[in-house]
Structure formats: structure tokens, C-alpha cells
């Protein structure tokens, strides 16, 4: 645990976390830095931690699993894709569009997810709160999809128009509105930036949006999107919520309660594929 506060309105906190997933060789398989909003205030307290302190007994607490002194290499995959860029490239690309910096693409795709899938998925991830599946105490309509679920959905509806996808990273996620199970999600995204790896391969930093209940190629087509909604600017902080809802009320009302996740990417993918002719 990070740091521990309540919100402004005093009836809710908010838990930062760092989480490491170790495997059984004591190697670092993923890390995660989170920010949880719960349904209860914390009482005050004097007692301060700095993330330094937090991250040392996180150590402290995993140094019998974590190989000694080992360097952490939170890019070993991605690393490892890229040394072998040659065997990628002997295969030819079979990318099926160009990405360009400042590229808006309105996904063709739509996904959605059911309450017996939903339920399925809850009990084998061991999820435990009753909102996502207890239908004696809730209704239909305020059951909610988890939220790595809704991460999925919006990635399935969006990868199409990004093969072939070898490696993704997540930058930032911010959930804004639920999910209810049967909703239809679309997706719209943005390519920040293009570079070029090694081979035939590239890195893009994508932020894509994902949009509940909504034909996103026919409702949203010649619809100006805010850039605040689009644009990563990493030296400043990431865009909250409630801003995300003011600036689609203000300036994009199609969007207003729409917007389900935003999420910032880097993705590692096969460039197209350019043939040369000579005349």
C-alpha cells in the first residue's frame, strides 16, 4: 500500500497499490501501479509513508522469492521480441493498415459481454464483490462488468485495425462509466506517436477509448472528438474522471456517459509491408 486517502466529499477513499506477480522461479512477471476507489471514508491518522518506504518492504517482504541482487527487467519480453526481429521479418508483414501520428481510427468492431459470461469469468478469477454476480441482491441493471473484463472487450474491439500485434504494454487505465452486462462496446483510438524498432517492426503509443452503446463508425463519424479526450501529454497529469465527463458534456455530448475506460498503450506490431516498384 502506497498511500491511503479520502476523497473530497469525505465519503469515499481511495487506495494506492503497487502488486508484483513473481512466478515460481522468484522472477518478476508483471507489476501493476493502481489506484482503488472504495465505499467508505478512513478515520485520520498521523501515520505517513513515503512510496521509497512502501516499495523497500514491498521488497523486503518477497527477497526470499526475488532472485538476489538481479536487476529488475520490466522489458524482458518486449526485449526479447525485438532480438528476434529478423525471424519476424523473414515472415513478411501481414499488417493491414499504415499508422500515422495524429491517425484517429473509429473501430469497426463491437463486443459485448453477457451476464453468464460475466458470471463465469467473475467466479474463475475468484472476483468476490456482489455486484457482479449476485442477482438477489441486485438487479439485473446494476449488476457490473469487472473491470479487467472491460479492459479486454475494449481491446478485442480495437485490435483488428492494429494487426499483427506482438507486444502491448499499459501505460494508464481510467475506468469512468460502468459496464452492465449485454452493453455493446466500440472503440476509438488515437496513435500518438510511431517509431521505428528494429526489422520490420514499430512501437506505437496509442490511447484508445472505449465507447458503450454505440455504433461508433456511424454515430460517430464526422463528430469533432476533443483533443483533452485524445492526446497523451506524459509530463502532466493523467485526466480524471469528472474532467473527462465536463469536457464531453461541454463538447462532444455524444460521448457524455459513454466513455466506459480510456486507456494509454505502447504496442510493439509488424510495420506494413511497402513493395518498391522501379519503372
Same mark, same amino acid.
Given at each position: 500500500?502506497?498511500?491511503?486517502?479520502?476523497?473530497?466529499?469525505?465519503?469515499?477513499?481511495?487506495?494506492?497499490?503497487?502488486?508484483?506477480?513473481?512466478? =515460481?522461479?522468484?522472477?518478476?512477471?508483471?507489476?501493476?501501479?493502481?489506484?482503488?476507489?472504495?465505499?467508505?471514508? #478512513?478515520?485520520?491518522?498521523?501515520?505517513?509513508?513515503?512510496?521509497?518506504?512502501?516499495?523497500?518492504?514491498?521488497? &523486503?517482504?518477497?527477497?526470499?522469492?526475488?532472485?538476489?541482487?538481479?536487476?529488475?527487467?520490466?522489458?524482458?519480453?518486449?526485449?526479447?521480441?525485438?532480438?528476434?526481429?529478423?525471424?519476424?521479418?523473414?515472415?513478411?508483414?501481414?499488417? /493491414?493498415?499504415?499508422?500515422?501520428?495524429?491517425?484517429?481510427?473509429?473501430?469497426?468492431?463491437?463486443?459485448? #459481454?453477457?451476464?453468464?459470461?460475466?458470471?463465469?469469468?467473475?467466479? /474463475?478469477?475468484?472476483?468476490? &464483490?456482489?455486484?457482479?454476480?449476485?442477482?438477489?441482491?441486485?438487479?439485473?441493471?446494476?449488476? /457490473?462488468?469487472?473491470?479487467?473484463?472491460?479492459?479486454?472487450?475494449? =481491446?478485442?474491439?480495437?485490435?483488428?485495425?492494429?494487426?499483427?500485434?506482438?507486444?502491448?504494454? /499499459?501505460?494508464? +487505465? %481510467?475506468?469512468? %462509466?460502468?459496464?452492465?452486462?449485454?452493453?455493446?462496446?466500440?472503440?476509438?483510438?488515437?496513435?500518438?506517436? +510511431?517509431?521505428?524498432?528494429?526489422?520490420?517492426?514499430?512501437?506505437?503509443?496509442?490511447?484508445?477509448?472505449?465507447?458503450?452503446?454505440?455504433?461508433?463508425?456511424?454515430?460517430?463519424?464526422?463528430?469533432?472528438?476533443?483533443?483533452?479526450?485524445?492526446?497523451?501529454?506524459?509530463?502532466?497529469?493523467? #485526466?480524471?474522471?469528472?474532467?473527462?465527463?465536463?469536457?464531453?458534456?461541454?463538447?462532444?455530448?455524444?460521448?457524455? %456517459?459513454? #466513455?466506459?475506460? =480510456?486507456?494509454?498503450?505502447?504496442?510493439?506490431? =509488424?510495420?506494413?509491408?511497402?513493395?518498391?516498384?522501379?519503372?
Amino acid at each position: 500500500v502506497e498511500s491511503v486517502r479520502n476523497t473530497s466529499d469525505g465519503n469515499h477513499s481511495v487506495f494506492h497499490f503497487t502488486c508484483d506477480l513473481i512466478n =515460481q522461479r522468484g522472477r518478476l512477471c508483471m507489476r501493476a501501479d493502481k489506484r482503488m476507489l472504495f465505499e467508505y471514508p #478512513i478515520p485520520p491518522s498521523n501515520v505517513t509513508a513515503s512510496s521509497s518506504s512502501a516499495s523497500s518492504n514491498l521488497h &523486503h517482504r518477497h527477497k526470499d522469492r526475488l532472485e538476489e541482487d538481479a536487476p529488475v527487467n520490466l522489458h524482458l519480453f518486449r526485449d526479447h521480441l525485438l532480438s528476434k526481429s529478423h525471424v519476424a521479418q523473414e515472415l513478411q508483414s501481414h499488417s /493491414l493498415a499504415d499508422l500515422r501520428p495524429g491517425q484517429l481510427i473509429l473501430h469497426s468492431m463491437n463486443r459485448s #459481454i453477457t451476464f453468464t459470461q460475466a458470471q463465469q469469468l467473475a467466479s /474463475l478469477a475468484r472476483l468476490t &464483490h456482489e455486484r457482479h454476480f449476485d442477482t438477489r441482491r441486485y438487479e439485473q441493471s446494476e449488476l /457490473l462488468i469487472p473491470g479487467g473484463l472491460v479492459l479486454g472487450i475494449v =481491446q478485442s474491439a480495437a485490435s483488428r485495425d492494429f494487426h499483427e500485434i506482438l507486444h502491448e504494454e /499499459l501505460l494508464h +487505465v %481510467n475506468y469512468v %462509466n460502468s459496464l452492465h452486462p449485454g452493453n455493446i462496446v466500440g472503440a476509438v483510438s488515437y496513435i500518438q506517436s +510511431v517509431e521505428e524498432a528494429v526489422g520490420d517492426l514499430e512501437i506505437c503509443t496509442v490511447r484508445t477509448l472505449g465507447i458503450k452503446n454505440m455504433d461508433v463508425m456511424r454515430d460517430l463519424k464526422g463528430v469533432d472528438i476533443p483533443l483533452e479526450l485524445l492526446k497523451i501529454h506524459p509530463k502532466s497529469r493523467p #485526466i480524471r474522471t469528472k474532467d473527462i465527463q465536463r469536457i464531453c458534456k461541454n463538447h462532444c455530448p455524444q460521448l457524455y %456517459n459513454k #466513455i466506459v475506460v =480510456q486507456m494509454d498503450r505502447r504496442i510493439l506490431r =509488424q510495420a506494413r509491408h511497402q513493395e518498391v516498384f522501379l519503372l
